[in-house]
């Protein structure tokens, strides 16, 4: 499991849900603390996206008394921005807060790095390839390899998911977002055979009917 997610709001459950999965992240959502209490029991999650107002108590204490032990990187939702409420939070030991109404993009964009921090992860090693997450460069036999900025940043992305599937349509949708242009399927194979041919055929491998993913060596 990549992510608890403990909150009651059915709306911001179902969006969430969808975000991080279509994001390649296995996400657990819980609605009260006891709930919370008992996933945790048999599992550790990566990071938690804690409410800070539930059904049967405060998040807020919560974290302090029970949840802070297990030292799992936790992101604060609250409906509050007073300034006493966020310094407590942050003071507890939270990674961070967002206030609601938030920007689901914002929220995976905190989770990713708090992720990638988490997991000392920065460099990226496969076969002879290097990724470095920090300067957005990628090397080859420890030679900087030349490639275009979309097919850095498709490249990114499939190691930002290391040993999982990304799909076709998540990269046509991510296309869309960093150009603003309509991207077909052909463009996406295309991309994929610059980079191929760039830094090897093995590192890329095609998941076929469904998209790409890059294993880590083990």
Not at 58 to 77: A, N, V
Not at 120 to 127: M, P, S, T
Not at 207 to 214: L, S
Request: net charge negative; glycine share 4%.
């Amino acid at each position: 499991m990549d992510i608890l997610l403990i909150e009651d709001s059915e709306s911001i459950i179902s969006g969430l849900e969808y975000s991080f999965k279509i994001n390649n992240y296995q996400i657990k959502s819980v609605r009260t603390i006891k709930e919370a209490l008992l996933v945790l029991e048999k599992n550790r999650p990566k990071l938690i996206i804690l409410d800070i107002t539930l059904p049967d108590g405060s998040g807020m204490s919560f974290y302090e008394h029970i949840l802070r032990k297990y030292e799992i990187p936790t992101i604060f939702l609250t409906a509050r921005d007073s300034e006493e409420e966020i310094v407590k939070a942050l003071n507890l030991g939270a990674e961070d807060y967002l206030t609601k109404p938030f920007f689901t993009k914002e929220l995976l964009a905190r989770v990713r790095k708090i992720i990638l921090r988490n997991q000392n992860n920065a460099i990226i090693k496969v076969k002879d390839i290097t990724f470095d997450l920090d300067k957005m460069e990628v090397y080859k036999n420890d030679k900087k390899v030349e490639v275009s900025s979309l097919e850095l940043k498709i490249l990114h992305l499939l190691f930002l998911n290391i040993n999982k599937v990304v799909n076709r349509e998540v990269i046509i949708d991510k296309l869309w977002e960093w150009t603003g242009n309509d991207v077909s399927d052909h463009t996406i194979t295309v991309y994929i055979s610059r980079l191929r041919e760039k830094i090897g055929d093995e590192i890329i491998k095609t998941v076929k009917g469904i998209g790409y993913r890059i294993d880590e060596e083990e």
